[in-house]
């Protein structure tokens, strides 16, 4: 499974961007798909989430700004971030969890940096 982030980039505080998330290859019953997001030096934290049945999670410091979405027939997730802050400044990383026959398993793509700035 390979997944493909893009939609990065430079923007200023209050502005929008629309993150997108594509996943390919042997994909099978996907349970949730997500977002994290990485500063150096920081652990990776969870910022949204989307599973199966369309129930959404966010992190507190994101609720009300950024919205999740999947588009199942895709099999991609889509991250609309507005009203960004110079503190949402970080590598954006997409995941997908899925069932297979030894278990669940997980798959990350390549990061997208978002940059805001002040």
């Known amino acids: 499974v390979q997944l493909q982030a893009s939609g990065g980039g430079l923007v200023q505080a209050g502005g929008s961007l629309r993150l997108s998330c594509e996943a390919s290859?042997?994909?099978?019953?996907?349970?949730?798909m997500g977002w994290h997001r990485q500063t150096p030096g920081k652990q990776r934290e969870l910022v949204a989430s989307i599973a199966h049945g369309g129930s959404t999670n966010y992190v507190d410091s994101v609720r009300g700004r950024f919205t999740v979405s999947r588009d199942s027939a895709k099999n991609a997730a889509y991250l609309q971030m507005s009203s960004l802050k110079p503190e949402d400044t970080a590598v954006y990383y997409c995941n997908l969890n899925q069932r297979e026959f030894l278990g669940a398993r997980t798959y990350w793509g390549k990061g997208t940096q978002v940059t805001v700035s002040s």
């Open positions: 290859g042997n994909i099978g019953n996907i349970n949730v």
